[in-house]
């Protein structure tokens, strides 16, 4: 059985170093003193004994009622239909399913709850965000509460580093339908088109990014004065899934980059993944590369030579070989 100490202090907000923030709880209703793993039940130890359990996919965890409910409105409501409904002599037990992040994220509210610190990075802020939004943990119950914090520290990863932006977008990549829902993907993907068409001096850069960026710009002839090539942005906005590289392009497309810019994206990112008709990724089903195909031609800018003639033979190859609609081949 694994044991950990769980860590708490006074302070709401902890220091922030690479873009990790350590949050609190303004309130601490119960305080615990330890929270222990056995297989993939969790025991939260206090100096009550447990009277709520939460089952969460595969994992149970062994809660208390005062410092779950004070914050969720979500548990708070099936707290008071379990008992006004259900036999008095047992502990209410809760199933959540479809729970955004699962377990992993699950123990960190619990965390929360419990008035333990909490770490957040651009890896996890997504999933613990729409947990909270999930879980109904607004300021209306308690100050301080993981909504407002969440936002917080999300708004700021948007405007500051531009890695952690695609590592926000990987994170929502299992939990579409929330981040969607939320605004996520669109906020990130607004984020990603206003630093694309602004000098990436002016934000927080990594060293890998610095180094990206001059390689780009060595190789850009026509660009050499400005220090920095114009399609800097092209590889790290390549390695997005196609449904989050659309968002991004849209949101390119709204802020009036070049049409001839956003096209070479475009092509950058079917050369990285569907580089010809004979060799196609073969993890990928039939139906969703003619999806994939189908999203390309769509987000294609309409403008004239906005894109070359090979890559367009290109895609018209794959839609022919993808089946897709007679009314996209024709664009």
């Known amino acids: 059985m694994g044991s950990r100490s769980l860590d708490s202090g006074k302070a709401t907000v ?7 923030c350590v949050i609190l709880p303004a309130n601490e209703n119960m305080v615990a003193e330890a929270l222990e793993k056995r297989n993939q039940n969790w025991t939260v130890r206090a100096r009550v004994a447990n009277d709520l359990i939460i089952q969460v996919g595969d994992s149970s965890f062994q809660l208390h009622k005062l410092a779950m409910v004070s914050k969720s409105e979500y548990l708070n409501r099936l707290v008071f239909q379990r008992r006004s409904n259900g036999p008095k002599d047992t502990l209410p037990k809760i199933q959540i399913d479809n729970f955004p992040g699962g377990s992993e994220i699950f123990e960190l509210v619990v965390k929360f709850c419990y008035g333990c610190r909490v770490d957040l990075t651009a890896s996890n802020i997504a999933p613990v965000h729409c947990a909270a939004h999930f879980l109904e943990m607004s300021d209306d119950l308690e100050q301080g509460n993981l909504i407002s914090k969440t936002e917080a520290f999300l708004s700021f990863v948007l405007f500051s580093a531009w890695k ?3 590592r926000i977008l990987k994170s929502c990549e299992s939990i579409s339908l929330w981040a969607m829902k939320l605004q996520i993907l669109q906020r990130c993907s607004d ?3 206003w630093k694309a068409c602004i000098d990436p001096k002016l934000f927080t850069l990594s060293e890998d990014d610095a ?9 850009a002839e026509n660009l050499k004065h400005k220090g920095i090539a114009e399609n800097w942005w092209f590889e790290d906005v390549s390695c997005l899934r196609i449904d989050h590289f659309v968002e991004v392009i849209k949101s390119i497309k709204r802020k009036g980059v070049r049409s001839e810019l956003v ?3 475009v092509a950058y990112w079917t050369a990285k993944w569907i580089s010809g008709p004979d060799n196609l990724p073969k993890h990928l089903t039939h139906h969703l590369l003619r999806v994939t195909t ?4 769509r987000i294609l800018p309409e403008e004239e030579n906005s894109v070359s003639v090979n890559f367009l033979l290109h895609l018209l190859k794959l839609g022919i070989m993808m089946r897709i609609s007679s009314e996209l081949l024709m664009r």
């Open 263 to 265: 096209g070479s994206c």
């Open 294 to 297: 189908e999203s390309l031609v």
């Open 191 to 193: 984020a990603i088109a």
């Open 164 to 166: 952690d932006i695609f």
């Open 211 to 219: 180094i990206s960026l001059n390689v780009l710009a060595n190789d």
């Open 14 to 20: 902890s220091g922030r170093n690479h873009n990790k």
